[in-house]
């Protein structure tokens, strides 16, 4: 189904582009939110965020208090187990942003959507922005229960300031975002929940892993710009390999590659 009228030509911009785009906006909003898997996929989320922490913050007050003085950790701040909670709480905000496209297609609702909405990038970056938003916006809860478990899990070995564990749930909640999108986009270039799934299991983890276990110089360069590996560092702030905002730029890049990539499968083939 293709949304030109002659081939090769560009369709003119509509004067009510940007109501169009509302509309757009609205609609997938709606449709987000008005099916179970949403609901059932922030609980999630929030479910592995909270045991994630308490585990994480009872190894680290364990650590401290054991027999073992080499493996003491001192003072750890929530913001750092919320950071480092992420890993495994990743998957459920993936889950939402992926099945923002992918159950269109398994339903076939897409056809009604792309009647509604012919210009299909308009579509995709509609999703992209209720993808991204919805994404931000429960990072910030996550993050929020996260520190939340954390801080009174550690005791005295915890602690918790204001500014440092709000600049990490943030940049959380940024993360999620974009790995969120990156779901988004690849869902709509894959259009399988299960494939796409295991395309982004591989790209955010083994495959970065499979590079960094050789100890060879260039293989961890590689590593270093895949985007759970660039996530990383733009979460715990490092300065090296590059700055943290070298790794949020990276995902970014990412997030947007991906999007290209869905917003070419959509024109390409038929819904």
Request: glycine share 10%.
């Amino acid at each position: 189904m293709s949304t030109n009228t002659v081939a090769g030509a560009r369709p003119a911009a509509s004067p009510n582009a940007p109501a169009a785009f509302r509309g757009a906006v609205a609609a997938e909003w709606t449709k987000l939110f008005s099916v179970r898997s949403t609901w059932s996929t922030m609980l999630a989320g929030l479910l592995l965020m909270a045991a994630s922490a308490l585990q994480l913050a009872i190894y680290a007050a364990n650590d401290n208090t054991n027999d073992d003085p080499l493996d003491d950790r001192g003072i750890v701040t929530a913001g750092s187990v919320v950071i480092n909670s992420v890993e495994l709480t990743q998957y459920a905000v993936l889950a939402l942003g992926l099945l923002a496209i992918t159950t269109e297609f398994t339903s076939g609702t897409i056809r009604t959507t792309l009647q509604c909405t012919p210009a299909r990038g308009r579509v995709l970056l509609a999703k992209a922005v209720v993808a991204g938003t919805v994404t931000f916006a429960l990072g910030l809860l996550l993050g929020g229960v996260g520190a939340l478990v954390a801080r009174p899990t550690l005791g005295e070995w915890g602690s918790a300031p204001v500014a440092d564990t709000i600049g990490d749930i943030v940049a959380v909640a940024t993360y999620l975002a974009l790995v969120g999108v990156l779901a988004l986009g690849l869902g709509a270039a894959l259009r399988s929940a299960v494939l796409t799934i295991t395309v982004l299991f591989a790209t955010l983890m083994i495959v970065p892993l499979s590079l960094q276990e050789p100890d060879i110089a260039v293989l961890h360069r590689i590593a270093d710009v895949f985007p759970g590996v660039a996530g990383g560092h733009f979460l715990a702030g490092d300065t090296e390999p590059y700055p943290g905002a070298v790794g949020l730029l990276l995902l970014a890049g990412w997030a947007g590659a991906a999007l290209l990539l869905g917003r070419a499968a959509l024109r390409r083939r038929d819904a």
